[in-house]
């Protein structure tokens, strides 16, 4: 694939993050039994009483037969203490979690927690116990951690990682780099720090903190052993997220809504009546409901600076403690929702300042879903044939080699949503596959069509599908579609006969949709 | 799984040193002996050819030469029929005779890629005039006995196999990749150089042997061409001209739901397919609509599967159209809401459908300007570029599907950015569709020309489809640059835009 000199500010990340961190299957070293020399006190293990093993057990539903879950996996980590008990891990870390549990290091003593707050796009998330003997217990020894967000390029830092018996195993790493890099969903950048050294396996592998001078300076993103290239979830975004999180009510990271192209290129300046040594950057689209359209930003509007800081041909602005760094983070990470900004273009040759407040997207508001944890794909079952409504996670079910015909065509949707939601489409809702059932007769190769309307109703969303099939008058249901064949008929009485044979059959159906 | 064409030919160093020869069994007594001295196959002669395979990456460029070598026989004075795949891309042919081994320059008279048959004629024909031409039968049945007879890897001499009539069904061509014709179906052994050759039965030809699956994906599983898939191509070209095939151009989809049936108005009786999809530009774009259901062709009845009984056998109701030429007419019955109509439909050839075949025998054509290479959008292209943009496999993939030919009937592709100082920072750009140049919209390679004609603004303003920014080079660098990339990449003519 090329690369081409697009920076996304919301949605439609293109690079893709590579592996978790250090392989899960890593075998376990075995250790040389203890030298006990004699006449020599043992040696001191080294502990961190800010560390607790994190067990996870994930499962998520099945994208495809979105009724049933798929087989439940097992995710280790190591969670921070921080302040009031609480425990700070990646959002990875506990993703489609159906137990969690925390795990004293040393001791091995274990006790169950649960998720307070969760950021998939900035891949953190904050766990509890409930309050008991127990977990008073449990926390009597452990000390919360700071966090530190001073971190610059060239500081050596820690990742810290735990041995069989709860000793301190440390890799020390320089920090190379600060950028901004899309994490583990679909979705805009946040910052990171890059830093190069070999990080030795262990068995813990969703979460790992990086400390200096014993405080956090942030958790591990991805390691890749090739290229012994470590990145790091950065402390400025944990301080963020925290902060949003002890107000109350989270808000998450805001964005612009927004694309700009560089204009290194001298004609491409010349073209945009950009003097040689002027900052700015396109402005190449403007996402509608975005927080950059509320505030008047338009498509063909040169960016100039942010909050007063002012935006170089790259689409970089100086910050103070990492150097150049990508716009995005102005918003992203040294923003709130909420917060007012202000923002300079050029327009037609004048400078305008425009005005506005910061909001986020949030997932629901796409029409294609760009991440879903913790919750079942929606569904609707009518006689065998299954509706769903478009997500960028069936999408990356398929394989390279399956990208063809359906799945380019709703890929294609998925890159390109606004057309659809011009139309007014909230979401997607295509057929997804059709179960053999006499009323779908002759329907069975089927899968991969958009819905455009079902019994003369449009459908803007899979409720709206519900409806529609409620509300048929005739004998039979028409399924209008965006593809061929176009147009399907349905039994109504057919079709509720095979929904009831649907529910507890073959196909292990408990329920003919999920619509909350 | 994919029909390979049965021509990776005989690769010409590709001797079959590990094939030993097996000791010949006794023929059994029902097939006669053939004397190759009595000169009753010296009509069936072998066909080597030289080939220019043209480059779709450097359209500017000759290509890779290659060679092979296929079948063919004799079927008339001076006219030799074989496969067009034997003869694609060929800058030399030479017939061999099985009995002398002096080679004979040949030419194409007729070429016809959409079913793989080619017609091609001796420079000199005084040798070949004594030799008695092959005549055709029918369409054999099941299971009764055939022979192969051409020119296949294993040895120089003419070969025979033989086998039975396994199938007889409408099948994929693999020669354009896009086109399906009746094909029939025989065990008998056929390999590459078989490929132009006759099969026969009872000393007449009953089709062209044309592809078949390689030993890895099934066995005994030969194909060849049916002789009203011969006849027909023969029809075309008298002529003098070769009109291709003429199409529908609509999608049927089977009435096989209960709902559907009852919906849509159809009888018990089985009669009557549902039209899925009907190409604007196709012969029955004015007429049928996406929910009619289509009760009979020329009077033949068509099932809810979409077949016809014609001439004894159930075969796809393309078939009928299959058979006429352009300008023709069908006879169409065909329901809407429940109301039964009859128009005459006069047929025509599907254009865009071609550009989704793989194309021969043609020059690729190009633009380049100031590095920047223009190609239209093709088969040809595609599997020469590996394109992984997402709008060209849109673009090419949903053609048809999403009827995008009506707004640009041949896409243009910017396929590669040749690096100079001057296009330095839009060589990222390459593998995407070109939308408008200097305000023209690119509906075809000519617009591309007629776009850069254009020279009233200072700037080459590029506009690309679902690419956010446009491209922009300065009028007077890029003038300058272009003799300059030119020169520096080897290219002597900075446009093919094809013979007109």
Not at chain 1, 394 to 400: H, I, P, Q, R, S
Not at chain 2, 162 to 170: K, L, N, Q
């Amino acid at each position: 694939m090329k690369l081409s000199p697009i920076f996304l500010f919301l949605a439609l990340g293109a690079a893709t993050l590579s592996a978790q961190t250090p392989e899960t299957e890593a075998p376990k070293k075995k250790r040389a039994p203890a030298v006990a020399e004699v006449g020599s006190a043992p040696q001191q293990v080294v502990q961190n009483n800010s560390l607790v093993r994190v067990n996870a057990t994930s499962q998520p539903y099945s994208l495809h037969l979105p009724w049933q879950k798929e087989s439940p996996s097992s995710r280790r980590g190591l969670g921070v203490v921080l302040a009031g008990n609480r425990v700070l891990v990646t959002g990875q870390m506990v993703a489609d979690a159906t137990y969690i549990e925390l795990e004293l290091p040393e001791k091995g003593q274990k006790i169950s927690a649960k998720v307070v707050a969760v950021d998939y796009e900035a891949n953190l998330a904050l766990l509890e116990s409930a309050p008991s003997d127990k977990q008073k217990a449990f926390f009597a020894g452990l000390k919360p951690m700071a966090v530190d967000s001073s971190t610059r390029i060239d500081d050596k830092v820690d990742i810290l990682q735990t041995g069989r018996v709860g000793e301190l195993i440390k890799s020390e790493l320089r920090i190379s780099k600060v950028m901004t890099r899309r994490y583990n969903v679909e979705g805009s950048g946040f910052l990171v720090y890059e830093a190069n050294n070999i990080v030795r396996s262990e068995a813990n592998s969703f979460t790992l903190p990086v400390v200096k001078s014993g405080k956090l300076v942030g958790l591990l993103l991805s390691y890749d052993s090739k290229n012994q290239v470590t990145t790091i979830l950065p402390a400025p975004i944990i301080e963020h997220f925290l902060k949003d999180v002890a107000d109350g009510s989270y808000e998450g990271f805001p964005s612009l809504g927004m694309e700009l192209q560089t204009t290194l290129d001298e004609q491409f300046r010349d073209f945009l009546g950009l003097k040689p040594d002027a900052p700015g950057v396109l402005i190449s689209m403007v996402m509608k409901g975005g927080s950059a359209e509320k505030a008047g930003m338009k498509k063909g509007d040169i960016l100039v600076a942010i909050n007063g800081f002012v935006i170089d041909s790259r689409g970089d602005y100086r910050d103070p403690q990492f150097g150049a760094l990508s716009s995005s983070h102005l918003v992203r990470g040294r923003s709130y929702v909420g917060d007012k900004v202000e923002i300079q273009v050029i327009r037609e040759g004048k400078e305008v300042t425009l005005k506005g407040e910061l909001t986020r997207r949030k997932p629901d508001d796409f029409l294609v879903l760009p991440y879903l944890f913790d919750k079942g794909p929606r569904y609707v079952l009518m006689g065998g044939l299954l509706f769903q409504e478009l997500s960028h996670p069936y999408l990356d079910a398929f394989g390279e080699e399956q990208r063809g015909g359906a799945i380019l065509r709703l890929s294609r949707v998925a890159s390109h949503p606004d057309k659809y939601e011009e139309e007014g489409r909230k979401k997607l809702v295509f057929l997804s596959l059709v179960l053999p059932t006499p009323s779908a007769q002759g329907y069975d190769k089927l899968g991969g069509q958009v819905v455009n309307k079902v019994n003369g109703r449009a459908i803007k969303d899979l409720n709206d599908l519900n409806e529609a099939f409620k509300s048929v008058k005739d004998t039979a249901h028409v399924i209008e579609l965006n593809d061929f064949p176009h147009i399907l008929y349905l039994d109504t009485a057919n079709a509720a006969n095979d929904n009831k044979r649907l529910l507890g059959g073959a196909y292990r159906i408990g329920s003919l949709m999920r619509l909350e | 799984m994919n029909i390979r064409p049965l021509l990776p030919f005989l690769a010409l160093v590709l001797l079959p040193s590990a094939l030993c020869a097996q000791p010949a069994p006794v023929p059994p007594a029902a097939n006669p002996a053939i004397d190759t001295a009595s000169g009753a196959w010296e009509g069936i002669v072998n066909i080597d050819v030289s080939v220019l395979v043209p480059d779709y990456r450097e359209p500017w460029n000759a290509g890779q030469p290659s060679g092979g070598s296929g079948t063919g026989f004799l079927i008339g004075k001076n006219r030799f029929l074989t496969n067009a795949h034997v003869v694609s891309n060929a800058t030399r042919i030479l017939i061999r005779t099985t009995n002398d081994p002096e080679p004979h320059p040949a030419r194409i008279v007729h070429i016809a890629h959409d079913c793989d048959l080619a017609l091609i004629e001796a420079e000199d024909s005084s040798h070949f005039e004594k030799l008695k031409p092959l005549d055709f039968g029918g369409i054999p049945q099941l299971n009764t006995e055939v022979i192969a007879i051409g020119y296949p890897i294993g040895g120089d001499r003419i070969s025979v196999t033989r086998g039975v009539v396994s199938r007889i069904d409408f099948r994929p061509y693999s020669h354009t990749s896009v086109d399906s014709h009746l094909a029939i179906q025989v065990d008998a052994a056929i390999n590459p150089g078989n490929s132009g050759g006759p099969v026969m039965q009872e000393g007449k030809v009953v089709g062209v042997a044309f592809q078949g699956f390689s030993g890895r994906v099934a066995q005994n599983v030969g194909y060849m061409i049916p002789v009203p898939v011969i006849k027909r191509f023969l029809k075309d070209i008298e002529d003098g001209r070769y009109d291709h095939y003429v199409d529908l151009a609509a999608s049927d989809f089977p009435i096989e739901n209960p709902a559907q049936a009852k919906a849509l108005g159809t009888g018990s009786d089985g009669v009557g397919v549902m039209v899925g999809d009907v190409e604007p530009q196709g012969s029955v774009g004015d007429l049928l609509k996406i929910g009619d259901v289509i009760l009979s062709i020329d009077d033949n009845p068509v099932m809810n599967n979409g077949l016809v009984r014609f001439e004894g056998e159930l075969m796809d109701m393309n078939e009928i159209v299959e058979r006429k030429f352009a300008g023709d007419t069908i006879k169409l019955k065909y329901m809407r809401t429940g109301k039964k109509l009859e128009s005459t439909v006069t047929l025509k050839r599907f254009d865009p459908y071609v550009r989704l075949g793989a194309q021969y025998n043609q020059r690729p054509r190009y633009i380049v300007n100031a590095g920047l290479v223009f190609q239209p959008l093709d088969r040809n292209l595609m599997d020469a570029h590996q394109m992984r943009d997402d709008t060209v496999n849109y673009v090419f993939d949903n053609f048809l599907t999403d009827k995008l030919y009506v707004e640009r009937p041949e896409p243009v592709v910017l396929t590669n950015v040749l690096p100079d100082e001057v296009n330095t920072w839009i060589t990222p750009y390459a593998h995407s569709i070109v939308d408008e140049i200097n305000g023209v919209k690119i509906k075809t390679l000519k617009d591309v020309e007629t776009a850069l004609a254009k020279k009233d603004k200072p700037f080459i303003e590029i506009v690309l489809l679902e690419k956010n920014r446009p491209l922009v080079l300065k009028r007077e660098l890029a003038e300058a640059a272009h003799e300059r990339i030119m020169k520096t990449y080897n290219i002597l003519e900075a446009s093919y835009l094809g013979d007109e």
